[in-house]
């Protein structure tokens, strides 16, 4: 029986860890900080961005709730289209055609290799005249009071950038596996009000799909001009300015905002590859971040199924951690949250492609190829 002790200590260790994350959570997300639901008018000129790129068949609802946002006595707002190759310039200056403040440009090529859109916030932040820039990504739907309710956070905080997590609307199977991970992995693994004053890059997070930002500092930190370079430029950004002395991270948006990130699997499959292999740091960082969510949330419920009671309550903690994430950011609970083994071997399987994808140089994003990044 003693050849089996290795395999009992390794899955009450996973069990452990699972436990330690769901606690975790617990208390993240007492500490989220989420906008006021009645913000009072903002007295600043706030510049509302959106950099597009082949959106022409998603736009219309993102674009429309940009552009209705009420509290914003003194506000702009402008849309750069990525050189698009579908019709999206001609729907996005049909939309904003009736509103005076609002206009279109069309922006100019990134350099050969590059993603793209760090250079097209690069190009908006260089026309907005707001002394606060918020920049909102095509495929998020904002609530009227979206825009002030952000602004208010930011400025009764004295944070330098908040970004309001998006309640993530997930559809079909590889959807509902694998997107509720975005908000489950920062509730469970990010200390989040320690991240917010944090210099150090592992205690960093920000999401590009709602980003509100003091336009003082973010000149200050040398802006989205600083992270041309980068695939997870939200990431970039925030971890620029905190090494300026700025303070900043995630904030809740789920009441306030909602993203449909990918209509099915090979969306998400291409979407997940551009990025993954960047998400932590290096091969060797990767691997061990896979390495570790294997060991707490596959091996407990692997060895459950064989009758192991410590398997069991790893499987059970598991599943509580992602239930009180979800609940906390607006996501479904079940039967999905009873999946999450299956999420988490199916993410370790994307940054294993990802990275295979990288090596090879095959990557692309929006017809763009996604190369020189060694």
Known sequence: MNRFRPVRTMVAAGTVLAAAGTAHSAWNSTALRTPPPDPPPVTEYVSLLMPVRNEAGRVGPALRSLLAQEHLPRAEVIVLDDQSTDDTGDVVRRLCGPYRHARVVRGTAPKPGSPGKAHACHQLASLARGSVLVFVDADVVLASHAVA?????????????????????????????????????????????????????????????????????????????????????????IRALKRAGGQGGIVDGSRIARCRMYDGWRDLREG?????????????????????????????????????????????????????????TGGRCWPDALAHPVSVGLLVALTARSWLGHRRSTLTWKGRPLRGWH
């Open 272 to 328: 997940y590859g551009k990025s993954l292999w960047t998400a932590f740091g290096s091969g060797g960082g990767a691997a061990a971040v896979c390495a570790l969510l294997v060991w707490a949330y596959v091996v407990p419920p692997l060895a459950a199924l064989r009758g192991s009671r410590w398997g069991a309550a790893g499987y059970v903690a598991a599943v509580t951690g992602r239930t009180l994430t979800a609940r906390r």
């Open 149 to 237: 309710s952000s602004v208010a956070l930011l400025r009764s905080t004295g944070l330098d950038l908040v970004s309001p997590f998006p309640r993530q609307a997930a559809e079909g199977p590889a959807n509902r596996l694998v997107q509720p991970l975005l908000q489950w992995s920062w509730l469970t693994a990010l200390p989040l009000r320690r991240a917010e004053a944090s210099p150090r890059p592992a205690l960093s997070a920000a999401n590009g799909q709602f980003l509100v930002v003091d336009a003082t500092a973010l000149y200050g930190c040398g802006g989205f001009a600083a992270v041309t370079d980068e695939v997870l430029e939200d990431m970039a950004l």
